[in-house]
């Protein structure tokens, strides 16, 4: 399986992969996978509005909501990184539907939001992959190339994939050994 963390450093910054809990870490900005309404609900989106505390909520009732593929940022409350980028993944569909550029846009939207708020250290969940149904196995690549892909054109120094389990960890490995071949 693999000793956790795993740290690469690629061009443009350090990619870390973990296995653990995102409203932990010390970053300057956890991403939430979100829905479309920002108000809470389950999985990484529901933990991460329990552990900032009531104040992230009355923010994101100011926000209007997000659509599918967008982000937008509020400050972390109680957690220990000082924002929390809200980002909507798509509803896994069959994959026919546009899910991957829209998975794509997830993390690119993010991380352009990062940038523009003079963020090194930004850490993503695997976004769509739990109630959404995204394959993990399609997701990570997705997650991992977009990363890649925008990390020598901004400011950010760290990205850390914190996947919630072992499994999910491996398959973003994979993806980064794979793409950085």
């Not at 072992?166 to 794979?178: I, P």
Request: aromatic share 4%; charged share 20%; net charge negative.
């Amino acid at each position: 399986m693999g000793d956790w963390p795993h740290r690469a450093a690629v061009p443009g910054g350090i990619i870390e992969i973990v296995v653990g809990d995102i409203t932990r870490l010390a970053v300057d900005a956890v991403v939430n996978a979100a829905n479309r309404t920002l108000l809470g609900g389950g999985g990484v989106d529901g933990a991460i509005h329990r552990a900032a505390g009531p104040e992230l909520l009355a923010e994101c009732r100011t926000l209007g909501g997000c659509e599918t593929g967008e982000a937008k940022i509020t400050r972390g409350y109680r957690l220990p990184s000082a924002h929390v980028i809200h980002t909507v993944g798509p509803v896994w569909r069959g994959g026919a539907e546009g899910e991957a550029t829209l998975l794509a846009a997830c993390y690119g939207n993010a991380l352009a939001l990062a940038d523009a708020h003079g963020l090194a250290r930004i850490a993503f969940p695997a976004i769509s992959t739990g109630v959404y149904g995204f394959p993990p196995e399609e997701a990570a690549p997705v997650a991992v190339g977009t990363v890649l892909a925008r990390l020598p054109d901004i400011s950010i120094e760290r990205v850390v994939f914190c996947c919630f389990s072992a499994g999910s960890a491996v398959l973003h490995r994979e993806a980064l050994e794979t793409l950085t071949r």
